[in-house]
């Protein structure tokens, strides 16, 4: 079936979705569901260009779907009758289970609850969102898209943690990996900008946003990240630590009596670039600094500090690199991270072009000098794409028959 298809991407008090066309790529319509289950939600609504919103209490997941698709019918789409050829669910955690788009049966969605203990903030939400939409949505294939898919390939020296063997099969701690979808397409995408065969590239990509990671890529195969258990570790983030020494979670636990869900709570919400400094969005940080803010100015130097040290590790896991590439909202706008990440390392054979860093394109462009050995790229990341295109496969007459996978 060659209808649109849409994707879903559930949070534990929101939904954000998307009705697109796999083959041209556009977003037929977009929205996000905001406050589930507090007295004032909000769901806003883009279809045709014309933006449109909603506001009252939104009682649970399967009501806010419900008003979303009323406000397609509002807009002129009556979504039960357009033809949708497959329903694509962003889900987080996908365990050692899941390494590929898989149609959701009652068995996977079991698994994927069962899955809850590695990630208790996201799968769960996933869970109920998947269905919700299965109610509304009874006779299209559902397909789960797994955040931790693309990094299932990680080698075993990058995914092992070295703590106690046992203790870590008994509790399925390793290294996953998050936002693999994103690090999947978007290395795809400089294979194509680039016209060269994925097969033969060496690649850094930097999916820098709220969340932010780094991977290494080597021939399309991931052989490291910067996330790992749960998407807290790595980079300095939005609300998000990244990495810090565990020995900080005992401290706090003994000195400051915190339990483990404030110190979860401290380090997932609290911490990153609004610990430093109060904001985390990039845009406020670049205000404050221009205001002469010491703490933001602080906050960006450690997140860039510690964003430079995964690209030298990187630089050194794949011995030889080809491209760098910068991605998300932080990575495909903040020129000043971009060109501060990648300052002084000529002698590594990176050189920015500094007008083409600051050039206003929305297109996926390279930004480095001709004369620079490695490539360094700013492609648009479009997760909702790569999963409406896995999902699509399993529509009818798509790539991948009924019941296999
Ligand atoms: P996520 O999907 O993780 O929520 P996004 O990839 O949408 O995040 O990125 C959101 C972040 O991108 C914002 O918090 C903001 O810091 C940053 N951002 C968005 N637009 C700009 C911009 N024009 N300049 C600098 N930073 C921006």
Same mark, same amino acid.
């Given at each position: 079936? #060659?209808?649109?298809?849409?994707?879903?991407?559930?949070?534990? @008090?929101?939904?954000?979705? $998307?009705?697109?066309?796999?083959?041209?790529?556009?977003?037929?319509?977009?929205?996000?569901?905001?406050?589930?289950?507090?007295?004032?939600?909000?769901?806003?609504?883009? $279809?045709?260009? !014309?933006?449109?919103?909603?506001?009252?209490?939104?009682?649970?997941?399967?009501?806010?779907?419900?008003?979303?698709?009323?406000?397609?019918?509002?807009?002129?789409?009556?979504?039960?009758?357009?033809?949708?050829?497959? =329903?694509?669910?962003? *889900?987080?955690?996908?365990?050692?289970?899941?390494?590929?788009?898989?149609? !959701?049966?009652?068995?996977? !969605?079991?698994?994927?609850?069962?899955?809850?203990?590695?990630?208790?903030?996201?799968?769960?939400?996933?869970?109920?969102?998947?269905?919700?939409?299965?109610? /509304?949505?009874?006779?299209?294939?559902? /397909? +789960? %898209?797994?955040?931790?898919?693309?990094?299932?390939?990680?080698?075993?020296?990058?995914?092992?943690?070295? !703590?106690? +063997?046992?203790?870590?099969?008994?509790?399925? *701690?390793?290294?996953?990996?998050?936002?693999?979808?994103?690090?999947?397409? =978007? @290395?795809?995408? =400089?294979?194509?900008?680039?016209?060269?065969?994925?097969?033969?590239?060496?690649?850094? *990509?930097?999916?820098?946003?709220?969340?932010?990671?780094?991977?290494?890529? +080597?021939?399309?195969?991931?052989?490291?990240?910067?996330?790992?258990?749960?998407?807290?570790?790595?980079? =300095?983030?939005?609300?998000?630590?990244?990495?810090?020494?565990?020995?900080?979670?005992?401290?706090?636990?003994?000195?400051?009596?915190?339990?483990?869900?404030?110190?979860?709570?401290?380090? #997932?919400?609290?911490?990153?670039?609004?610990?430093?400094?109060? *904001?985390?969005?990039?845009?406020?940080?670049?205000?404050?600094?221009?205001?002469?803010?010491?703490?933001?100015?602080?906050?960006?130097?450690?997140?860039?500090?510690?964003?430079?040290?995964?690209?030298?590790?990187?630089?050194?896991?794949?011995?030889?690199?080809?491209?760098?590439?910068?991605?998300?909202?932080?990575?495909? #706008?903040?020129?000043?991270?971009?060109?501060?990440?990648?300052?002084?390392?000529?002698?590594?054979?990176?050189?920015?072009?500094?007008?083409? #860093?600051?050039?206003?394109?929305? @297109?996926?462009?390279?930004?480095?000098?001709?004369?620079?050995? /490695?490539? /360094?790229?700013?492609?648009?990341?479009?997760?909702?794409?790569?999963?409406?295109?896995?999902?699509?496969?399993?529509?009818?007459?798509?790539? %991948?028959? $009924?019941? $296999?996978?």
């Amino acid at each position: 079936m #060659n209808g649109p298809v849409l994707v879903i991407n559930s949070g534990s @008090s929101s939904i954000k979705y $998307q009705l697109i066309d796999p083959d041209g790529g556009e977003a037929i319509a977009s929205g996000l569901v905001e406050r589930i289950g507090e007295p004032d939600g909000v769901i806003g609504h883009r $279809q045709g260009g !014309i933006d449109s919103e909603h506001r009252g209490p939104i009682a649970d997941h399967a009501e806010g779907l419900r008003l979303a698709f009323a406000m397609f019918a509002e807009a002129g789409m009556d979504l039960t009758t357009a033809g949708i050829a497959a =329903v694509g669910h962003r *889900v987080v955690h996908g365990g050692e289970v899941f390494y590929r788009p898989t149609r !959701i049966t009652a068995d996977v !969605i079991a698994e994927i609850s069962r899955l809850s203990a590695l990630a208790p903030l996201h799968n769960p939400a996933n869970v109920v969102g998947i269905e919700s939409a299965m109610r /509304v949505f009874p006779d299209v294939p559902h /397909v +789960a %898209v797994f955040d931790t898919a693309f990094f299932h390939t990680l080698p075993a020296e990058a995914r092992t943690y070295a !703590i106690d +063997a046992q203790v870590a099969a008994a509790h399925g *701690v390793r290294r996953y990996g998050f936002h693999g979808t994103s690090h999947e397409y =978007v @290395s795809g995408r =400089v294979a194509e900008v680039l016209g060269r065969d994925n097969a033969e590239l060496n690649q850094i *990509v930097l999916h820098l946003g709220n969340g932010a990671s780094a991977s290494a890529i +080597a021939g399309g195969r991931a052989m490291d990240t910067s996330m790992g258990l749960t998407p807290l570790e790595g980079l =300095v983030m939005g609300t998000r630590s990244g990495d810090i020494d565990p020995g900080i979670v005992m401290h706090l636990r003994r000195s400051a009596d915190l339990d483990v869900d404030a110190i979860d709570d401290l380090l #997932n919400r609290g911490s990153g670039l609004k610990g430093l400094c109060g *904001v985390n969005d990039f845009r406020e940080l670049r205000r404050l600094i221009a205001d002469g803010d010491e703490a933001a100015r602080l906050a960006y130097d450690v997140y860039i500090h510690r964003l430079r040290k995964y690209i030298g590790a990187y630089l050194v896991t794949l011995g030889r690199v080809d491209t760098i590439t910068f991605t998300a909202g932080v990575g495909e #706008n903040a020129v000043e991270v971009r060109a501060d990440a990648l300052a002084g390392l000529e002698s590594l054979g990176i050189e920015i072009d500094l007008e083409r #860093n600051v050039a206003k394109d929305r @297109s996926a462009r390279v930004i480095s000098t001709d004369s620079s050995r /490695v490539t /360094v790229l700013v492609v648009p990341t479009n997760e909702e794409l790569a999963i409406a295109r896995a999902a699509r496969s399993f529509a009818p007459d798509g790539a %991948v028959e $009924q019941g $296999q996978r």
